[in-house]
């Protein structure tokens, strides 16, 4: 595994300041930033101190961009300071080749999610998802060490990132273990912030808020389907709010350190019938219909593969929806005269009709946009509704 480590010091780009005050400025001007006191915190926190190295695929390779690469330096530097996502922690699976562990978050995307929460002077809050610091190290600049935890399941992710904010001479509470469970010994927080996507959202995170605070996660079946959600606790038995209206991606939570173990792809097998059928549903459902897919997405299991088949000299034939128990759907993009799509599925299970089943409902509720739809979390259920919990439109399993 490749870990990222301290090691820079200021100096490294010395106009860092001029660098973070643009960024900050951008940030405003997208409509990404207002307060004041997230302005200052971008302005004068480094970022470049918590993203001394960054990762890229690049001609189909993965390349390092160093601060202390002579050969990556430059972009590195004039990288850092932008509006990016950067990935800072790979692991190579033998398999499935080089897995995202870690990264520093769009800046915008950081600062949008920390005004939403309304967080005041004297709130304390808990991070889910360490990360490189720097989302704790903006917290702590607003609102002091006392008041700010922040949990990775990565040790070297955690070490590292106090040592950097000791740098700036922060020390809020770093701890290394699994955020799904919260942080019991330090709670109730007025805040929580996950930073890592969950299939739902942990109990754990709703007992340990008080009541009147709010949560922000991304709620997400698997690849494509999953959206921030907006939570405040009402009562001491729920939680409840809208989704982003946005809309924004986060990596997984896993469970252990490193890569998940991958749950291998078994072949389709050959004794069982291929079933053909006809559909008047987009087949690129999965990238143009993201509230269907959500929908669809529950159904599947959080292991799912989406993606096109084809000749490459001629472009993508059909899309297919794979999970790991062989089954396959393989919906062809062209239509017939009628303005059919042929479906063709092998496998133990036809997977295409969740995604008929999540158009139908989302159609029957009105086609809803993400902001129509609301959370509702108790300790036994989770429901997602239309505008009112009086029109539930699906129930999450909680894990
Ligand atoms: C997008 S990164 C977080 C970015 C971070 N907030 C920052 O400012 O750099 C997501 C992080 O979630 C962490 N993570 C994954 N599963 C976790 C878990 N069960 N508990 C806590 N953190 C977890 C990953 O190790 C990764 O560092």
Same mark, same amino acid.
């Given at each position: 595994m490749t870990t990222s480590t301290t %090691? +820079? &010091?200021? &100096? *490294? +780009? @010395?106009d860092w300041r001029d660098r973070s005050t643009a960024l900050a400025a951008g940030l405003v001007a997208a409509g990404k930033l207002s307060s004041p006191q997230w302005r200052a915190a971008v302005e004068n926190v480094p970022r470049h101190l918590f993203v001394p190295r960054f990762y890229r695929h690049r001609d189909g390779r993965m390349i390092t961009f160093s601060a202390d690469d002579p050969r990556t330096r430059q972009e590195w530097a004039d990288t850092v300071y932008t509006n990016t996502a950067l990935v800072t922690l790979v692991d190579q699976d033998e398999h499935a080749g080089p897995v995202f562990l870690s990264s520093s978050s769009t800046p915008g995307l950081m600062t949008r999610m920390l005004e939403a929460l309304d967080i005041h002077d004297g709130h304390t809050v808990l991070e889910i998802g360490t990360g490189t610091g720097l989302n704790a190290a903006w917290l702590t600049h607003r609102l &002091? =060490?006392?008041?700010v935890y922040s949990i990775d399941i990565e040790p070297g992710l955690v070490d590292t990132a106090r040592a950097r904010l000791a740098q700036l001479g922060y020390r809020p509470t770093l701890v290394t273990g =699994? %955020? *799904? !469970? &919260?942080l019991p010994d330090h709670a109730p927080f007025d805040r929580i912030i996950a930073t890592c996507s969950v299939p739902s959202i942990p109990w754990a995170w709703i007992e340990q808020t008080h009541i009147g605070g709010r949560i922000l996660a991304d709620v997400r079946a698997g690849t494509n389907a999953g959206n921030l959600v907006h939570l405040t606790r009402t009562a001491r038995d729920r939680a409840e709010g809208n989704f982003d209206a946005t809309g924004a991606t986060f990596m997984s939570l896993r469970h252990? @350190? %490193? !890569?998940?173990s991958r749950i291998p792809y078994t072949r389709t097998s050959t004794d069982l019938p291929a079933t053909t059928s006809t559909t008047?549903?987009? $087949?690129r459902t999965p990238w143009t219909q993201p509230v269907v897919w959500f929908l669809a997405a529950m159904h599947l299991g959080s292991s799912y593969r989406i993606g096109y088949a084809g000749d490459p000299n001629d472009g993508p034939r059909a899309a297919t929806i794979t999970t790991p128990d062989g089954s396959r759907a393989e919906i062809t993009l062209a239509t017939d005269r009628r303005g059919h799509h042929t479906v063709r599925e092998t496998g133990p299970v036809r997977l295409w009709r969740h995604v008929e089943h999540a158009h139908h409902i989302w159609d029957q509720a009105g086609? $809803? $946009?993400?902001?129509r739809l609301g959370l509702l979390v108790t300790p036994d259920k989770q429901t997602i509704y239309v505008d009112t919990i009086d029109a539930p439109l699906a129930t999450i399993q909680p894990t």
């Open positions: %090691g +820079i &010091g200021l &100096g *490294s +780009i @010395p &002091g =060490d006392k008041h =699994d %955020g *799904s !469970a &919260g252990h @350190p %490193g !890569a998940d008047t549903r987009d $087949p086609q $809803p $946009p993400w902001n």
